[in-house]
């Protein structure tokens, strides 16, 4: 496996979160979860963090990295 396999068309894009919209800085068909570790094609994409600039599969990971942080600020 080269550093390049997977990046590219079919593989995972790299996208860069703006509010209310994305843009794609390298082509690829998906993104992954940072909650879940999920595969989200790109046309399936609604949930991501701008100040994390991380993509979430659903409303429900999108939560639950929401509660982890607040938990984690609280106890430290």
Known sequence: ???????????????????GDFQVTVPGTFVTCAVTGMRIPLSELRYWSVDRQEPYVDAAASLKRELELRDAKAAG
């Open 1 to 19: 496996m080269n550093r390049y396999e997977g990046i590219g068309p079919g593989g995972e894009a790299k996208i860069r979160y703006l509010d």
